[in-house]
């Protein structure tokens, strides 16, 4: 897939976030990159032979204090190649895409490993009633 495209699906994820969402974004910047480095899959303990589709980069909202100011912007960075690689259609990248956001998003909320599976059935349950 082109990058242009990949961008507009990435585009089009973003557009489609709830409000609520969109509203908490603040100095939050994303990315798409090719794929991460192995230097970024050793720092974040990826075992060999697996990958990342997405990386948060910075300090979760429920981390923030009231001297969190003047800071880089948070990152989120999509990778398009795992991403491509592990769909078999442009309509299943399009859904990794935004799975793999809205992982993402988790993590600058707060949300842990341990508690994003529960999360993600949550939003698997209302994309379905959309």
Same mark, same amino acid.
């Given at each position: 897939?082109?990058?242009?495209?990949?961008?507009?699906?990435?585009?089009?994820?973003?557009?489609?976030? $709830?409000?609520?969402?969109?509203?908490?974004?603040?100095?939050?910047? /994303?990315?798409?990159?090719? =794929?991460?480095?192995?230097?970024?899959?050793?720092?974040?303990? @990826?075992?060999?032979?697996?990958?990342?589709?997405?990386?948060?980069?910075? @300090?979760?909202?429920?981390?923030?204090?009231?001297?969190?100011?003047?800071?880089? $912007?948070?990152?989120?960075?999509?990778? =398009?190649? $795992?991403?491509?690689?592990?769909?078999?259609?442009?309509?299943?990248?399009?859904? =990794?895409?935004?799975?793999? /956001?809205?992982?993402?998003?988790?993590?600058?909320?707060?949300?842990?490993?341990?508690?994003?599976?529960?999360?993600? =059935?949550?939003?698997?349950?209302?994309?379905?009633?959309?």
């Amino acid at each position: 897939m082109k990058k242009k495209r990949f961008e507009e699906l990435v585009d089009g994820a973003l557009s489609s976030l $709830p409000e609520e969402f969109s509203e908490l974004l603040d100095n939050v910047s /994303i990315f798409i990159a090719g =794929q991460p480095s192995r230097e970024t899959l050793r720092e974040m303990g @990826v075992p060999e032979g697996e990958t990342l589709l997405g990386l948060y980069e910075g @300090v979760p909202l429920t981390e923030r204090t009231s001297d969190y100011g003047l800071v880089a $912007p948070d990152t989120i960075t999509i990778f =398009q190649k $795992p991403i491509e690689e592990s769909c078999d259609s442009e309509d299943e990248v399009a859904e =990794q895409i935004r799975r793999t /956001i809205l992982h993402e998003l988790a993590h600058h909320f707060g949300i842990d490993e341990d508690r994003m599976d529960e999360v993600e =059935q949550q939003w698997d349950k209302r994309a379905g009633q959309d």
